[in-house]
């Protein structure tokens, strides 16, 4: 949320009816305007693929097996007791916390995507102190250059250690189609899972291997 918010206000600093934050600069204009769209590309693919991957792909499932307990014609959906229904809870929760990259085991890939997004900050807090003026623009363009690359190298290292975790369930979850809303939910009736789940963040952060390929 505090990223999604810094964006919002780098957005209104550089927006074209305001002063231009490097009039002499022209390599800086350009970093802030790729930096932005790959920032905010990144904000608004992890938000989507927490609420509608994560936790709806996997929680609605078992919401409509719940609902089910209510059709005499699909009596082997439902749970045999409580304890059954509260085994089933603990691994739903169990699966959005893998796909959240919240587990133990992922500790790596998870301080990796912190770091990321701890620099997005870092980069709009810069911008911020030229847009007021207290930073000039030959003190203010090497900050975000060194910010920029250390993201860059972040952002690789986050796709390349996803891949890698993708691939260890790669003859599952390539059959699986990708799930992000309501409808292909419904049709597949069928949780995303949590290791088989990051395919989608996978997917979503580095469509074509821009990233692995160095393009930034």
Known sequence: MRVEHALGSFFRMIRPTATPL???????RKLILH??????SLVSN????????????????FLARLSSSLN???????????????KSHSRLLDDILSACLLRSGQRVAGEVLRNALELILEFTVVVG???????????AAPLLEDIAKKFFVKMAILTK??????????????????QGSQTGVELVR???GGIEALHHLLVRLDLGNWWSMNKA
Do not use: C
């Open 35 to 40: 930096f932005r769209f790959v920032a905010q």
């Open 72 to 86: 005499s014609a699909e009596v082997e959906a439902t749970f045999s007791d409580v304890f059954a229904l509260a």
């Open 129 to 139: 102190e030229r847009y007021r003026g207290r930073m000039e623009e030959y003190q």
């Open 161 to 178: 250690g996803l891949k890698g975790l993708a691939d260890k369930n790669g003859s599952v979850i390539m059959a699986l189609p990708l």
């Open 22 to 28: 490097f009039p002499t600069l022209a390599e800086s």
């Open 46 to 61: 992890l938000s989507t693929y927490v609420f509608d991957t994560a936790i709806s792909g996997n929680f609605d499932p």
């Open 190 to 192: 069928k949780p995303t």
